[in-house]
């Protein structure tokens, strides 16, 4: 959020050595994708953006969260000229995730973003229940040299296809109630309890569901 200072991103100490080169922000304040790119062995700060989130309807879903995942990037990267980043060269990396219902082109086609409250979480699991839906993230990578943006972002995003059985009512009052969903991009969280809910993953994998294709990322940073 706007006005917090930068917080360093440590790799573990058993993972391999961090990865050299330019400096590296992480614009969101997720604690998920930081902790993905601490465990390839990424050295980096966080600043999160605050942007406004409204997704672009007219947009299929993958060019939707690269959008988003540009806007945080940029608004990262702008944050940081308007402070003053010296020479450095920096490397601003930004993501957005989305849960989706329908097909693109689909006058049915759902986002369901974070849930505001419990009763909206419900409703959103329930329409999740016995699906095979999309979770989508974008990523975005923009450049600084000094007081310069350099060049167009590089952008690109995963798709995987989440296969979640159907969820007795008992099932979900007690995840609603433990909270879990709090945050999250259709109201579940794969990498916590919900990965019992789903059977089966097709395409870019769990880390995507979780919030950042990290190859992708790597490979959009340069790094890949």
């Known amino acids: 959020m706007a006005g917090s200072q930068p917080e ?25 994708r930081k902790r993905l790119l601490e465990e390839r062995g990424l050295r980096f700060r966080v600043l999160p953006a605050d942007v406004d989130e409204t997704i672009d309807l007219a947009l299929d879903a993958g060019d939707a969260s690269e959008d988003l995942a540009v806007r945080k990037a940029l608004a990262a990267a702008e944050r940081i000229l308007r402070e003053g980043s010296g020479d450095e060269f920096l490397l601003v990396l930004g993501s957005d995730t989305l849960v989706v219902l329908g097909e693109d082109g689909d006058p049915d086609r759902r986002f369901l973003e974070k849930a505001a409250d419990e009763t909206e979480a419900r409703a959103m699991l329930e ?8 979770v989508v993230t974008g990523v975005a990578v923009v450049g600084i ?4 943006l350099l060049g167009p972002p590089r952008t690109g995003h995963g798709t995987t296809w989440v296969t979640m059985r159907p969820l007795e009512a008992a099932e979900l009052d007690a995840y609603v109630e433990s909270g879990e969903w709090r945050g999250k991009a259709g109201s579940y969280a794969i990498q916590e309890t919900a990965d019992r809910c789903v059977t089966e993953l097709d395409g870019a994998g769990f880390d995507n569901v979780v919030g950042l294709p990290v190859d992708l990322a790597l490979q959009l940073l340069g790094l890949g």
Not at 11 to 30: K, Q, Y
Not at 127 to 134: E, K
């Open 8 to 32: 360093a991103g440590s790799p573990p100490g058993d993972e391999g050595e961090p990865s050299e080169g330019p400096g590296l922000v992480l614009a969101s304040a997720s604690p998920r």
């Open 127 to 134: 329409a999740l229940s016995g699906t095979r839906h999309r």
């Open 145 to 148: 040299d000094g007081e310069d």
